[in-house]
């Protein structure tokens, strides 16, 4: 089984229409988006707002690009919001669900006769304003050592931006989430999780700080280790992979990966190419860049 995949493609406004047809031409079977979906610079937002002009995007120019696609390939599209996209939007892609797409947060998937696909796309509280998909990474360690982050912002709600604070104290953390969504495991699994794992080839920003995930990074040694675990699927991090270097790396015997993006870097859009062959030997990794 062939899989493209790729994550945070609001980077780039072409990334959309490239990633499509770089599926057709590889003729995959399924296409993996791992969050943030929506262009960072929407010209509409200027007058509509930037709620409005989300939506907008998603009707208009996501879902008939998909449409188009689904009339000549048979590809299964795998995808969900992140923490650039308000949630508030997501309505747009629930009414096409098991459809036109299948949405990943929180889901399991039958992905292959023999493996699942599972998704998770909250991330440790960021130095941004857009909240819906943020939360502490556990009680413990709400984020990584040495993070600047903001714990006040925005979250949208009813179609409208509404002010929050991130209780470092409430108990609602990724860690429980993800202890939570191993209750639903049950046979090999490929993971797609928005945020990368700490400390990783994968996580580190220009400055060297790493701002992944520990609870992430837990989860995937532990399912590693039971030998469930077929591949981990990252993004957020978009210069991780020109500081580190690497693409992917492994944690225990699992590939983990995080194409990167190009944004204001002058190389070209990067797309992971997955090869499946069985659920016990690790997928192929070839790397596809188009301009």
């Not at 907008?56 to 188009?68: F, Q, T």
């Not at 098991?98 to 929180?106: A, G, I, K, S």
Request: hydrophobic fraction near 40%; aromatic fraction near 8%.
């Amino acid at each position: 089984m062939l899989i493209l995949y790729t994550s945070d493609i609001h980077a780039n406004p072409e990334h959309l229409n490239s990633m499509l047809n770089v599926a057709a031409r590889e003729a995959v079977q399924a296409v993996i988006i791992g969050g943030d979906i929506v262009p960072h610079h929407l010209p509409e937002a200027n007058t509509l707002g930037v709620l409005p002009a989300q939506a907008l995007y998603l009707n208009n120019v996501l879902i008939p690009a998909i449409k188009e696609f689904k009339q000549h390939n048979q590809a299964a599209i795998y995808l969900d919001l992140a923490n650039d996209d308000f949630i508030c939007n997501r309505k747009v892609l629930e009414e096409h669900n098991f459809e036109l797409v299948n949405l990943l947060h929180l889901q399991k998937h039958r992905f292959t006769e023999h493996v699942d696909i599972i998704g998770y796309m909250m991330v440790p509280p960021t130095p941004f304003y857009r909240k819906d998909w943020e939360k502490p990474d556990s009680l413990e360690m709400p984020y990584a050592p040495g993070n600047i982050v903001a714990l006040d912002g925005f979250i949208s709600v009813n179609d409208q931006l509404v002010e929050t604070f991130i209780d470092l104290a409430a108990g609602d953390t990724i860690e429980n989430d993800l202890a939570r969504l191993s209750e639903s495991i049950d046979r090999p699994f490929i993971f797609v999780a928005h945020s990368p794992p700490y400390q990783t080839l994968l996580d580190v920003l220009d400055s060297g700080l790493h701002v992944g995930s520990i609870s992430i990074k837990r989860f995937i040694e532990d399912w590693s280790r039971k030998g469930l675990l077929v591949a981990a699927l990252h993004g957020h991090i978009h210069g991780a992979p020109y500081r580190s270097g690497a693409v992917y790396t492994t944690i225990e015997n699992t590939v983990c990966i995080n194409p990167g993006q190009n944004e204001g870097r002058g190389s070209n859009l990067r797309y992971v190419i997955l090869e499946l062959k069985d659920r016990q030997t690790p997928p192929n990794v070839r790397i596809i860049y188009e301009p």
